[in-house]
T-cell receptor, first 113, second 113 residues
Framework: NAGVTQTPKFQVLKTGQSMTLQCAQDMNHEYMSWYRQDPGMGLRLIHY???????DQGEVPNGYNVSRSTTEDFPLRLLSAAPSQTSVYFCASSFGQSSYEQYFGPGTRLTVT | GDSVTQMEGPVTLSEEAFLTINCTYTATGYPSLFWYVQYPGEGLQLLLKATKADDKGSNKGFEATYRKETTSFHLEKGSVQVSDSAVYFCALRGRTSGSRLTFGEGTQLTVNP
């Protein structure tokens, strides 16, 4: 199993540009989520999904969209990038809502200039 | 709402020193508690967990005990190694939060030979 994969590893955007961060898992996990990691603030939940076709907002959803058309994929879209979205983004998955362990991808480092 | 507070870092120790990283939490009811570790350039990995009061989680020589009376989950290791250098995150999952995790701000640990 590849586990949780994320692409790209690094990305630089200009303010106002849009892009999609990709996340995929091959463990047939129901639950997937996106976090952003900022210095001194730990990880904050952006959006999550409890299964294909179902998504919901986390703590900091503004400026981001998600969809979950398949169990495997959970892309994160930035519609109009802002410097405040400069961060490291992590995708995570788990078997279900009651599962204790979440599996994290290696992260995408995004810089918005 | 739920919150996690970790001791401020960074922490620098010599090899074989004793490690304590403090973690306290605020949550409704009795959450599950976790320590995650992030090695340089990687995503987060579950280090240990405790799901009820007085449980002790342990892994790779690290331990943490769920203390309801002090709402704490301090991470300890008796003798650290250079390979333990990483960022450590305390996290909780509330009883009604599904798989949603609330993270502390993280503590950078550097172990020198």
């Amino acid at each position: 199993n590849a586990g949780v994969t994320q692409t790209p590893k690094f990305q630089v955007l200009k303010t106002g540009q849009s892009m999609t961060l990709q996340c995929a898992q091959d463990m047939n996990h129901e639950y997937m989520s996106w976090y952003r990691q900022d210095p001194g603030m730990g990880l904050r939940l952006i959006h999550y999904s409890v299964g294909a076709g179902i998504t919901d907002q986390g703590e900091v959803p503004n400026g981001y969209n998600v969809s979950r058309s398949t169990t495997e994929d959970f892309p994160l879209r930035l519609l109009s990038a802002a410097p405040s979205q400069t961060s490291v983004y992590f995708c995570a998955s788990s078997f279900g809502q009651s599962s204790y362990e979440q599996y994290f991808g290696p992260g995408t480092r995004l810089t918005v200039t | 709402g739920d919150s996690v507070t970790q001791m401020e870092g960074p922490v620098t120790l010599s090899e074989e020193a004793f490690l304590t990283i403090n973690c306290t939490y605020t949550a409704t009811g009795y959450p599950s508690l976790f320590w995650y570790v992030q090695y340089p350039g990687e995503g987060l990995q579950l280090l240990l967990k405790a799901t009820k009061a007085d449980d002790k989680g342990s892994n790779k020589g690290f331990e943490a005990t769920y203390r309801k009376e002090t709402t704490s989950f301090h991470l300890e290791k008796g003798s650290v190694q250079v390979s333990d250098s990483a960022v450590y995150f305390c996290a909780l999952r509330g009883r009604t939060s599904g798989s949603r995790l609330t993270f502390g701000e993280g503590t950078q640990l550097t172990v020198n030979p």
